[in-house]
């Protein structure tokens, strides 16, 4: 069971860390994806780290605000956003799936509940 936690309402400019921890087997284990869905709109992939942490992605369209890092040793995986506007408004949904990084949200076994995130100009 995937765990998310660091959501809440902030302002346009403002900075947020979202967290990602299991109830069972360590993160360590998995590739783990970060994922978004604003309202009326399909969930998306926003950030990905493979299982060792090493190996990441990030959507183009938040390239330089979306940062994820991926710490074995404290099993967690966070998602660093900066510069936060109102087009990030959404519930963020962390997921886990063995084997390489991908972006479609089907293969990912493992889901969060989702922690919302929004944001006022």
């Known amino acids: 069971q995937l765990e998310e936690s660091g959501g809440g309402s902030v302002r346009a400019g403002e900075s947020l860390t979202l967290s990602c921890t299991t109830s069972?087997?360590?993160?360590?284990?998995?590739?783990v994806a970060w994922f978004r869905q604003a309202p009326g709109k399909e969930r998306e992939c926003v950030a990905a780290?493979?299982?060792?942490?090493?190996?990441?992605f990030i959507r183009n369209d938040v390239k330089g605000r979306f940062i994820i890092s991926k710490d074995n040793t404290k099993h967690v995986v966070n998602l660093t956003i900066s510069s936060l506007n109102p087009d990030d408004t959404a519930i963020y949904y962390c997921?886990?799936?063995?084997?390489?990084?991908?972006?479609?949200?089907?293969?990912?076994?493992?889901w969060g509940q989702g922690t919302q995130v929004t944001v006022s100009s």
């Open positions: 997921a886990a799936k063995s084997g390489m990084i991908v972006t479609t949200e089907q293969q990912y076994e493992y």
């Open positions: 069972g087997d360590p993160i360590d284990y998995y590739a």
């Open positions: 780290a493979s299982r060792s942490g090493v190996g990441t």
